[in-house]
């Protein structure tokens, strides 16, 4: 028979781990953490703070096997041998954000979407925060959402949300969705069948009642496609570029407009962020402040005023007339693609890592008018090679951020851009995404 406190186990202790292992101390559970990694020091410090148990560099099946629920780290398949075993055990296994929603009475904005989550994220909170709400940031960004419910006492979060965290995920509800496009990304996670990897982005409509609020892009062929296969009782909010919408918001002609219960409109040429992918993620706010009865002036201030974020088609500098962007956080052809779609000068292209499955030739129309140069930076560029030779003039390699910067320099031109915009995951040269781009920006700056 089971003992009254019920017990908590937490795998993977990185950010989010660390905040469901607190989360679940406060609530007064029998808590254990478990990472196969060593765990950085600081996490240590944190979990010894809340005298909880912890073991790094590897699994102790026993210790384990023994939880009433496992709260796992997005970052672990579904496939990996231990979460196999507790699912044939009956053991429930949830994400971070599914133990955070059970304690958290906030209104929750949750952001989803192949591309442009971290900046409709990061922009929806900078509005909010305009409007001097008390507003927490979390989920894919920021600090951890469950440590943050366990710690703070927020009246609204806005959360991004990949995925792998929707895929844990039962009886959490957003108060307001925004699914703001699918594109084929993490299929190594999905049997490489696009349909599940679809149902998983939708599943932050899960539990939806007619109260709350689901922003989508109608642009996207994919998210209407299966939008017709099922049935939400949220009330929907589209955007779109291409045709006025009765309820949601729109561009029109050099407007963007938003349909609510009253109109607002603001210049598209006042926005901040620029480029056609960054007009849904303006949108997509915009829709979201009508929603929330944000003043108008705090709206238009925010879209105006805005600065993207770290790794996300970021200026770094300009050197001789080239100009060096860091878009590292493009980590597949759909981010790339909206990257290039926005240049303006001839492009230096540094792309490469470790490939997902990526299909090269949705990029030709713009690599064939825009790109003057390629350079490969991963340890393995042959299907760049074999993509691309006979269609951009110059293509070579890189084995670091420091040559690739250097052999970027040797070819630019005043008038040139040097974009960093990879199409790859970061893992055969780099730690992550943010350590590509910290050394891109690294090499950069070296170069004066």
Partial sequence: MKTETKRIVVLGGGESGMGAAVLAKVKGFDVFLSDSSSLK????????????????????????LNADEVIKSPGIPDTAPLIVKLKEAGIPVISEIEFGGRYDRAVKICITGSNGKTTTTSLIYYMLRNEGLNVGLGGNIGDSYAYQVATCDYDIYV???????LDGMYDFKADIAILLNITPDHLDRYDHQMINYVKSKFRI???MSENDCFIFCEDDEVTMEHLRTIVLRARMFPISQTHPVERGAYVDGDMLKVRNDVE?????SELSLQGKHNIYNSLAAAVTGKILHIRDSVIRESLATFQNIEH???????INGVLYINDSKATNVNSTWYALECQT????WIAGGTDKGNDYSELYELTDSKVKALICLGKDNSKLHGSFEGRIPTITDASSAEEAVRKAFEMGKEGDVVLLSPCCASFDLF?????????????VTELQ
């Fill in 312 to 318: 996300r088609l970021e200026k770094v500098m300009t």
């Fill in 345 to 348: 000068r001839p492009v230096i």
């Fill in 41 to 64: 020091e600081s996490v240590k410090e944190k979990l010894r703070q809340y005298d909880i148990p912890f073991e790094d560099g590897g699994h102790t099946a026993d210790r384990i």
């Fill in 431 to 443: 730690k992550n995404y943010e350590d590509r781009g910290r050394q891109f920006k690294k090499a």
């Fill in 264 to 268: 607002y409109s603001m210049p598209l």
């Fill in 205 to 207: 409509t899960r539990n």
């Fill in 159 to 165: 959360l991004e949300l990949s995925s792998f965290q």
